[in-house]
């Protein structure tokens, strides 16, 4: 099975600096498809970026990005120019595919990221 | 554009009585759905997913049932609540990525 790990719990910045969100995945495919997604205060899941396994170029939406090295295993979210409403829970994701034909996302722990002014 | 509509947004409800939770997607036909849940300060896990209508597959069951009546409606229920049940539970949907509904909080006590 595949398993996604995630192992900062908690990540406090300053805001207007960078952040990079590390981010392990285990998996036996030869294409994979990787997410990140952000938990806000009130619960709301909300999708912010994903890489295809065999794209090369790393993916970047507004100011956030990811630090895709396949070899590693590894997807890190990279967040530019944090602000206070950036604080919420981060969570990487990896999409398995189930013997049916449809699929689920396996998701890391989580890290709570704390923008501070 | 695509909208996800959970119902209710937060229950309390006794050990042993009965759950339905409502999930309702407008704006596209078709989607696949899915469960999750998520214990309080937890990871999500997907419970279960649908790809039609009247067909509902299992992932992690947790005593819980699904069910899809009609094609942009899932339902989550169970007949007698556990303690164990307490959390957020999500509904979405996917088209690439997965898009997540606000959530049902809910407390058993």
């Known amino acids: 099975a595949q398993k996604v790990t995630q192992t900062q719990t908690s990540i406090s910045v300053v805001e207007k600096t960078t952040v990079t969100m590390d981010c392990v995945y285990e998996t036996r495919d030869s294409s994979y498809f990787l997410f990140w997604y952000k938990q806000t205060a009130s619960g709301e899941i909300v999708f912010l970026i994903r890489q295809d396994s065999y794209k090369k170029e790393n993916a970047t939406v507004g100011h956030y990005s990811l630090n895709f090295q396949k070899p590693k295993s590894s997807i890190g979210l990279i967040i530019t120019a944090t602000q206070i409403e950036d604080s919420a829970v981060y969570f990487c994701?990896?999409?398995?595919?189930?013997?049916?034909?449809?699929?689920?996302?396996?998701f890391g722990s989580g890290t709570q990221l704390t923008v501070m002014p | 554009a695509q909208t996800i509509h959970q119902w209710p947004v937060a229950e309390i409800k006794a050990v042993g009585s009965p759950l339905s939770l409502g999930c309702t997607i407008k704006?596209?036909?078709?989607?696949?759905l899915y469960w999750y849940w998520q214990a309080t300060g937890g990871t999500l896990q997907q419970l279960f997913y649908?790809?039609?209508?009247?067909?509902v597959e299992s992932v992690v069951q947790l005593n819980l049932s699904a069910s899809r009546p009609k094609d942009d409606q899932f339902i989550l229920s169970t007949e007698k609540l556990l303690l164990s049940h307490s959390g957020f539970y999500l509904c979405?949907?996917?088209?690439?990525?997965?898009?997540f509904g606000k959530g049902t909080r809910l407390t058993v006590v």
């Open positions: 979405a949907w996917s088209l690439g990525g997965v898009f």
């Open positions: 649908s790809i039609t209508v009247g067909q």
């Open positions: 704006g596209k036909s078709s989607p696949n």
């Open positions: 994701a990896m999409r398995e595919y189930a013997s049916s034909g449809s699929w689920q996302l396996i």
